[in-house]
């Protein structure tokens, strides 16, 4: 049962475009929301975070938007580099405040082209 | 950012054998640590909650028995994959929480790679 879905596996966006990724969860009882960006055979780095009190988070080029309603994130990246070139997971906790276990999403290949 | 790191990072054994991963937080004391593993193109999955001075915590399907955690100070835990095989070549991915940074931020290793011939 996967609780955490990203549909989209792969995405492709001209350099200096906007990037959106998408994730969508099932489990209403999550609070918090991370996304991390993977790079082959490399541990993910972790981006930007959410809570469920909020519904938009911004760091620098990385804005996190949350629809708690319709159970959806998204990532957004602007304007896109060619190093922004990875895979990114969205992450799902719950019960904030403890060393939460998370639930990760199947990823989606980002491509950033010239 | 907090940093995270893992030994080895490649791996290759002789099916049967064990083999030890340590996961280390250089710059801040851990009290959880997580192991997950990925397969290729999927997602990476928990295999069990590491915590400082007890037992780990395993999730459903993970064999406690063949995967050997200890989480025996602040900044150390390994995982031992016990008389592996060939199934369980994957690639091994650590992590940590900062208990002075955000809640609920995972600091992940670089990940091992394991191949068992």
């Known amino acids: 049962d996967q609780q955490v879905k990203q549909n989209s596996p792969s995405l492709s966006v001209q350099e200096g475009r906007i990037s959106i990724l998408n994730c969508d969860y099932t489990n209403s009882m999550f609070d918090y929301f991370l996304w991390y960006k993977k790079y082959p055979a490399e541990g993910p780095t972790f981006l930007i975070s959410?809570?469920?009190?909020?519904d938009k988070n911004e760091d620098g080029r990385f804005t996190v938007f949350l629809n708690k309603s319709a159970k959806h994130l998204s990532l957004h990246i602007v304007p896109s580099q060619p190093g922004d070139s990875a895979v990114y997971f969205c992450?799902?906790?719950?019960?904030?405040?403890?060393?939460?276990?998370?639930?990760f999403g199947t990823g989606t290949r980002l491509q950033v082209t010239l | 950012g907090a940093v995270v790191s893992q030994h080895p990072s490649r791996v290759i054994c002789k099916s049967g054998t064990s083999v030890k991963i340590e996961c280390r937080s250089l710059d801040f004391q851990a009290t959880t640590m997580f192991w997950y593993r990925q397969f290729p193109k999927q997602s990476l999955m928990l295999m069990a909650t590491s915590n400082e001075g007890s037992k780990a915590t395993y999730e459903q399907g993970v064999e406690k028995d063949k995967f050997l955690i200890n989480h025996a100070s602040l900044t150390l835990s390994t995982l031992t994959v016990t008389s592996a095989h060939p199934e369980d070549s994957s690639f091994y991915i650590c992590?940590?929480?900062?208990?002075?940074?955000?809640?609920?931020?995972?600091?992940f290793g670089p990940g091992t790679r394991l191949t068992v011939l």
């Open positions: 992590s940590a929480r900062d208990p002075t940074g955000p809640t609920d931020t995972q600091y």
């Open positions: 992450a799902a906790s719950k019960n904030t405040g403890t060393a939460s276990k998370l639930t």
């Open positions: 959410i809570s469920s009190i909020k």
